[in-house]
């Protein structure tokens, strides 16, 4: 892959979903493929981000997406730093800024920013120089997911457009959810949510969705069932009544995959709740797209820091002139 | 004895139904005569105000200014600044510092900084319950012989239904309002703005609607049996606007207030995560701002309050969850209200003093507000009719937390005068001072010394935090139009 060619993508950051034309989205996609490829040689090593240092900065635990993130800069063989904010000062009440001020300090290029704060990658990268990538900002979004979610859609059924996405579960708190809905509307898909209205509010209506309560009504016609994780701890808070009446009125099974499409997929972002909002049997079946999510990651991220360094490269080039 | 003439200034005092050219005398702070044309003799001052708007100073019910506790966000000294800046002449203060303003010491110490430091009246509001824990009732008598001028727990509403009783059942015999943030706080749990499609698009928790509107028809409901008088703080929903007009119908002692904020901007002000347009009760959605412009109009709502609460620079400058409520209101109170519905001409200038002066004192039952012969001579001058962007150098708190700065405004306070004497004169307006001014050469002087404690860690980022600021503002203002 050669950096002289055109690059439209024009953002610093990596925000969000929301923010992106549907132009840019399909860029990225298309360069995962091209990512994607280079993971299957031999060799899987490209030199884009040589020299280059990417610090992963996670306030909340999870090791899928901090490795994969970790796995796709390696593979552009960018230095890695993994800031372990559970034995950092962090912990005694140092605030976000001073912490990143601090990274910044330390000559990163890149920070992957996991935080339990919506907006809070916004508020970095407003005041830092290097790229800000948002690996999940509170109920928000998370960027990477979905495009990697809309990658393997693509490999499994081809082009987005005219596709019908169900989206179920606790949608309210799913930063998932929400870069999903944003990207799959921008590109033609139709999408469905399905949940008790404690999970589902009307307020998702604007976004350009269709809700449904019931999961049988919900999953007709539909290409793909992505199953979102249902937080334990919600039992607490009277959304719903308890991980039983959950599973009997939202789990997915084989029995109940029949109410979809012939040949819908099933996804989930994991980890996954075996026996809540899916069935062991139904992760063995080749319909399940699950491991190939994780794949895809690895691909997505590399190609989300091959765009964002062209950008940098860019304005560098013209900072100089 | 000190005479100063006001020559040939646009009178506006509706409680006295003025509004027209006139010449205005003050006599050792009190005003002495308004005719048509009033000779000046040579043991008078004169004060040129051709094209200038004069009204009575105007009163604001809802402020926190902080001291003591939080003198890095304002000082009664530089919040009473902040007052004159505005217009504002008297203010009433709420009880929610640290310590919390509920004993007579505590009243007493408002009372006594304000008359050492201030340069407005500052009547302090105490607190409903000991320490605002929503338990137990402070001796509201004695509070109220030594100064107090109303009650309240402030930004906390009182959950306890029978405390809110006893309040307003004893308070009754007191002739005294009880002010009242209506807030459920289980609805509200852990909610930083306005739910609905704008805080599913953020990603930010909610506060229902219901969170207000319940408790403003729980509390309406006890003042009824009761017969206290409840003032509804900062109404900012349909709902609650409803509940009020029902209530009143139904000859219940309420009084209600809105603010600048909820009058014009919407919750979409919070796209971009916008610190300063985070308050509670939340910038709602654009149907509650048309209620709430309405109920003013009609007069559900009796008064307009900036619900100046002043935050740090570094408390605001953070991620949304952590910033905290609150937004300054009094140097950007008149000039936005006039800009948006005066200019555009909703409403006529006579509404908007009214809502300023006469009502907020209707409210209170107190004969201030006017310019009528022999009251204290506490008035204002405006300028109107050429554009300004409304910055950081038109505030004189020690926060910068408004969600109107950059804002276009086509009016200017030009003059504050408390008793006859200014208190806020404006350089460009008045270059050359204003005779019986201590500010005439100091204005910006002061200012300098009362903005210098603030920490200037990180200029670099002081800087870009301004910026941001201002793209918050351009969002509010789209949404107002």
């Known amino acids: ?321 | 004895m000190q005479r100063l003439l006001v020559l040939d200034a646009l009178v506006v005092d509706p409680s006295q139904g003025l509004s027209g050219r006139y010449d205005v005398l003050v006599e050792d702070g009190r005003v002495a005569a308004i005719e048509r044309k009033i000779k000046p003799t040579s043991d008078m001052e004169t004060l040129p105000a051709k094209g200038l708007i004069m009204a009575p100073g105007f009163i604001d019910l809802h402020t926190h200014l902080r001291e003591p506790g939080s003198e890095t966000a304002e000082t009664i000294e530089s919040g009473t600044r902040a007052a004159a800046r505005g217009g504002f002449t008297t203010i009433y203060c709420m009880p929610n510092t640290n310590p919390v303003c509920d004993s007579a010491t505590g009243v007493q110490y408002v009372l006594s900084r304000a008359a050492a430091v201030g340069c407005v009246r500052v009547v302090p509001i105490a607190a409903i319950t000991r320490g605002l824990e929503g338990k137990s009732l402070t001796n509201f008598g004695l509070l109220l012989d030594r100064g107090a001028g109303a009650f309240s727990d402030g930004a906390l509403g009182i959950m306890n239904a029978e405390v809110m009783r006893r309040a307003l059942e004893y308070t009754r015999m007191l002739n005294v309002p009880v002010f009242e943030h209506c807030e459920d706080l289980d609805l509200s749990g852990d909610g930083v703005m306005h739910e609905g499609p704008v805080s599913v698009r953020l990603g930010l928790k909610g506060i229902p609607r219901t969170s207000e509107s319940i408790m403003v028809s729980r509390n309406v409901a006890l003042a009824a049996m009761t017969g206290g008088h409840i003032h509804i703080c900062h109404v900012s929903t349909r709902e609650s606007v409803e509940a009020i007009r029902e209530a009143k119908r139904n000859g219940v002692h309420v009084t209600a207030e809105v603010d600048p904020h909820h009058l014009i901007l919407t919750d979409e002000a919070v796209i971009g995560y916008n610190t300063n347009a985070k308050v509670k009760p939340p910038l709602c959605g654009e149907e509650d701002r048309l209620a709430l412009v309405q109920a003013l109009e009609d007069g559900t709502i009796d008064c307009v309050t900036s619900s100046h609460a002043p935050h740090s620079n570094s408390a605001k400058d953070n991620v949304f969850d952590h910033a905290p409520f609150g937004v300054i209101g009094m140097e950007s109170a008149f000039p936005v209200l006039y800009t948006e519905f005066v200019a555009k001409g909703r409403w006529s200038i006579d509404f908007l003093v009214e809502k300023l002066t006469a009502s907020p004192a209707r409210v209170m039952n107190k004969p201030w507000g006017h310019l009528q012969v022999g009251a204290q001579a506490d008035f204002v001058l405006i300028e109107t009719g050429t554009d300004h962007t409304f910055g950081r150098e038109d505030l004189a708190s020690r926060s910068s937390n408004c969600p109107f700065l950059g804002r276009t405004v086509s009016t200017r306070i030009a003059a504050t005068f408390v008793a006859g004497n200014p208190v806020h004169v404006h350089p460009a307006i008045f270059p050359n001072g204003i005779a019986g001014s201590p500010q005439v050469a100091t204005p910006a002087k002061v200012r300098k010394s009362a903005v210098k404690p603030k920490p200037a860690k990180k200029p670099a980022r002081a800087a870009k935090s301004a910026s941001k600021t201002s793209t918050g503002t351009k969002k509010g203002k789209r949404t107002s139009k």
Request: hydrophobic share 40%; net charge positive.
């Open chain 1, 1 to 321: 892959m050669k950096t002289e060619e055109k690059i439209n993508f024009g953002h610093k950051d990596l925000l969000g979903i929301e923010n992106l034309t549907p132009g840019e989205i399909m860029q990225l996609l298309d360069a995962a493929v091209a990512f994607k490829g280079v993971l299957t040689r031999d060799v899987k090593k490209v030199p884009t981000l040589r020299g280059r240092t990417v610090v992963n900065l996670f306030y909340e635990n999870s090791t899928r997406t901090r490795t994969s993130f970790e796995l796709a800069a390696r593979r552009l063989s960018a230095e890695v730093l993994n800031f372990d904010v559970a034995t950092s000062s962090v912990k005694k009440g140092e605030v976000l800024y001073d912490t990143v001020e601090t990274i910044e300090a330390l000559g990163a290029d890149y920070i992957v920013l996991r935080n339990g704060n919506s907006g809070s990658p916004h508020f970095l990268a407003r005041s830092v120089k290097a790229s800000v990538i948002n690996a999940g900002d509170g109920l928000h979004e998370h960027p990477t997911q979905a495009l990697l979610d809309a990658f393997t859609i693509r490999e499994s059924l081809g082009d987005l457009k005219g596709l019908h996405v169900a989206l179920i579960g606790d949608i309210l708190h799913s930063r998932v959810a929400r870069s999903n809905i944003f990207l799959l509307t921008k590109l033609g898909v139709k999408v469905t949510l399905i949940g008790p209205p404690t999970l589902v509010p009307d307020d998702f209506r604007p976004l350009g969705v269709r809700i449904c309560h019931t999961l049988r009504e919900g999953l007709r016609d539909v290409d793909v069932i992505y199953l979102l994780r249902i937080q334990m701890e919600r039992q607490q808070t009277n959304l719903f009544p308890s991980l039983e009446e959950y599973r009997t009125l939202y789990g997915i099974n084989t029995e109940r995959l029949k109410w979809a499409k012939p040949d819908a997929i099933v996804m989930h972002p994991g980890p996954v709740n075996l026996g809540v909002e899916i069935s062991r049997d139904v992760m063995t079946m080749p319909q399940a797209k699950i491991l190939q999510q994780v794949t895809n990651g690895v691909a997505v991220r590399m190609a989300v820091f091959y765009l964002l360094q062209g950008v940098r490269e860019q304005n560098a080039k013209i900072a100089r002139t």
